[in-house]
Nanobody
Framework: QVRLVESGGGLVQPGGSLRLSCAAS????????IGWFRQAPGKEREGVSC????????YYADSVKGRFTISRDNTKNTVYLQMNSLKPEDTAVYYC??????????????????????WGQGTPVTVSS
């Protein structure tokens, strides 16, 4: 059974940090581009970051550049999202997803939301004092 399970979310004060994990089972994550998405209450789901199969390529949404870092450990079938300098506007449910589509190297963007075949159930992140 294919599964993606996110963990590491929680309540953090502005300026704080969290590290999210996305653990895969039932398939070999090594063959997939992995993306992180988030959805805030009343808003559409948006892409946050993605990482290519080899980890060579990573892209970030402008809103998180310089604050978030995506990484992967294919030996553990796990992808991480290190989130620093968190802001209240980062509050959302964070999802990871897997796709066989590689990042668009020409336009330097992640695969579109519809490209992702597997999704996790999400982990909530709340940034508040």
């Amino acid at each position: 059974q294919v599964r993606l399970v996110e963990s590491g979310g929680g309540l953090v004060q502005p300026g704080g940090s969290l590290r999210l994990s996305c653990a895969a089972s039932g398939f070999t994550m090594h063959y997939y581009t992995i993306g992180w998405f988030r959805q805030a209450p009343g808003k559409e789901r948006e892409g946050v970051s993605c990482i290519s199969r080899s980890s060579f390529t990573t892209y970030y949404a402008d809103s998180v550049k310089g604050r978030f870092t995506i990484s992967r450990d294919n030996t553990k079938n796990t992808v991480y999202l290190q989130m620093n300098s968190l802001k209240p506007e980062d509050t959302a449910v964070y999802y990871c997803a897997a796709t066989v589509t590689p990042p668009d190297f020409t336009n330097r963007v992640c695969p579109g939301t519809s490209e992702y075949a597997y999704w996790g159930q999400g982990t909530p992140v709340t940034v508040s004092s």
